[in-house]
């Protein structure tokens, strides 16, 4: 009978603890309401202008001021204007040439503040953190210094050639004022100062047409931006109301973790350097197997790196596009490209015959590019 009551009574103790544990409770939790509202920001920072030369080298001081609106917690937009100057580098034969000029790119970008759209809306957050992405113009104007050197290095390489037959070693060498496409995009994080003043840091990313450095890549220019400012809201950016909740707390489960300690495994690995491969395109015009002063430059490079390292050769490989002429034709005037260029390493260049292979793909199915005019190419690669 006494074991009975026994177990009984505690029977009645565990689910009282049960029940406690589990009760329903009510709390008071903090509401807020966004407010749109406009804002102002101003930024100061460095630029890193992507070039043939080391990280830091083309550095420049770098600003920007705007204006946004932030329709909801999660998104907005501004119109920033970003400028200063931005730099150029070139290297020919271990002489490293620089050039700076000026430039305003006015860009409207959509903002997205991904701590909302995570976590839910809370102004009172000391961080907030986001990424953004948009369009614009970049002006750029007194490219002065680029001119000097493209004059100074072409009068330099090219002092066996008259004066008017001299090609331009920055092959898209430019003066006055100049616009172009810009694309941008990035990230930011914020700092809550107080509900209308913030303090923030800014990475972003621009992109524009090959050429805004004087030279020609083949592929897109880039500049990068960092930048650190303060940032304005007009006006009530929030409003916030108590309002009570019922909760109701559950059991706690509480785990133990056992860490396991893991041996660290180190593999060394030995890298032989090796000369990286060079490919120049030679382009022909339709019919003409003549390389032209315009492409030479070209030739001049593959010469100037085989000298640079003299255990590569080059393999030269015509093409002609198979949309012109007939089979025969273009087998033969892909070869004459290749020999064209072969001539020249060796008679203008002084590069050996035996480190050069020509080879005469005509009109091959698979043609190296997408287009006629393209497919009218020596192809030399360097290993």
Known sequence: MKINKLLLSASFALC??????????EEEVTEYVF????????????????????????????????????????????????????????????????????YIAPTANLTVDLTNLIGGYNPERLVSAGIFGGVGANIAWKNDDANAVNTALTNKLYADLPAGE????????????????????????????????????????????????????????????????????????????KKAVVVASEPTVVERIVEVPVEKIVVKEVIKEVPAPLTRDVFFKISTYNVTKDEMYKVAEVARYMKQHPDTKVTVTGYADK?????????????????????????????????????????????PYDTPQRNRVAICIVE
């Open 16 to 25: 009282a603890a049960f029940a406690a544990n589990a009760q329903v409770v």
């Open 35 to 102: 407010q749109p509202h406009w804002y102002i920001q101003g930024q100061v920072g460095m630029q890193e202008t992507l070039g043939e030369t080391s990280f830091g080298r083309l550095s420049s001081f770098n600003a920007q001021i705007g204006v946004g609106y932030r329709f909801n917690p999660v998104l907005g937009a501004r119109l920033v204007f970003n400028g200063l100057n931005s730099k150029g580098s070139i290297t020919i034969d271990g002489e490293r040439s620089d050039w700076k000029w000026n």
């Open 166 to 241: 001299r090609p331009d070693v920055l092959r898209y060498i430019w003066d006055g004022t100049k616009t172009r496409f810009v694309g941008q995009f990035g990230a930011f994080v914020d700092f809550n100062l107080t509900s209308n003043l913030k303090l923030g840091v800014e990475l972003q990313a621009n992109v524009l047409p090959d050429g805004y450095n004087s030279k020609k890549a083949g592929n897109a220019d880039w500049y990068f931006n960092g930048l650190v400012g303060v940032k304005y809201s007009f006006g009530t950016t929030f409003t916030k109301t």
């Open 323 to 367: 949309g012109t002429g007939t089979m025969a034709i273009n087998l033969r005037l892909a070869a004459e490209r290749a020999e064209a260029v072969v001539r020249a390493l060796t008679t203008e260049f002084g590069i050996p015959a035996d480190r050069i292979t020509a080879k005469s793909m005509g009109e091959v199915e698979d043609q």
